[in-house]
Antibody, heavy 116, light 106 residues
Framework: EVQLVESGGGLIQPGGSLRLSCVASGFTVNSNYMSWVRQAPGKGLEWVSV???????YHADSVKGRFTISRDTSKNTVYLQMNSLRAEDTAMYYC??????????WGQGTMVTVSS | EIVLTQSPATLSLSPGERATLSCRAS??????LIWYQQKPGQPPRLLIYDASNRASGIPARFSGSGSGTDFTLIISSLEPEDFAVYYC?????????FGGGTKVEI
């Protein structure tokens, strides 16, 4: 079965760091573009970061310089390192696979709450 | 970045009725437009890609159309499970962007 399982979310103080993990099964993470998409409580979807199949990365301006996407092919896992967290980063973070230029597989999400 | 504007924000309909959702892009995205459905407490679900292609397992009552800057998602006859929030997304130019969503409510 093709699926994504995120973990690593939690309550963190402003300025703190977290690393989210997304474990893939049923496919290999280096064969597709893999993205993180977030959703603040009661709000819409916001694309955050992508790791291209070739290894390049790209981040939204709102997180550039603070967030870093990476992968470990031996663990078939994609990560999102989040530093200098702000209250506005509070959201459910979803990992998503891109296939046919659309997100066809989504994880259930991991919640990040930035608050003192 | 490309801004996607969805309308209406809320659509109040009854089961069996036809739903017409709109997504307008601030510049042309060709046919690189995707539709998702999201229910409370769940991740989004892919419905339509390339503006008009139904994803695997999506019922034929869902159809997408449009190109350039104007796109439409039609649900021909609403089933109880179709009441949800619908988002459009463009894949033409990075950064990827989503519309603000249309809530289809009973």
């Amino acid at each position: 079965e093709v699926q994504l399982v995120e973990s690593g979310g939690g309550l963190i103080q402003p300025g703190g760091s977290l690393r989210l993990s997304c474990v893939a099964s049923g496919f290999t993470v280096n064969s597709n573009y893999m993205s993180w998409v977030r959703q603040a409580p009661g709000k819409g979807l916001e694309w955050v970061s992508v790791m291209y199949s070739g290894g390049g990365t790209y981040h939204a301006d709102s997180v550039k310089g603070r967030f870093t996407i990476s992968r470990d092919t031996s663990k078939n896992t994609v990560y999102l390192q989040m530093n200098s967290l702000r209250a506005e980063d509070t959201a459910m973070y979803y990992c998503a696979r891109e296939e046919k230029r659309s997100f066809d597989i989504w994880g259930q999400g991991t919640m990040v709450t930035v608050s003192s | 970045e490309i801004v996607l504007t969805q309308s209406p924000a809320t659509l109040s309909l009854s089961p069996g009725e036809r739903a017409t959702l709109s997504c307008r892009a601030s510049q042309s995205v060709s046919s690189d437009l995707i539709w998702y459905q999201q229910k409370p407490g769940q991740p989004p679900r892919l419905l339509i890609y390339d503006a008009s292609n139904r994803a695997s397992g999506i019922p034929a009552r869902f159809s997408g159309s449009g190109s350039g800057t104007d796109f439409t998602l039609i649900i021909s006859s609403l089933e109880p499970e179709d009441f949800a929030v619908y988002y459009c997304q463009q894949r033409s130019i990075w950064p990827l962007t989503f519309g603000g969503g249309t809530k289809v409510e009973i």
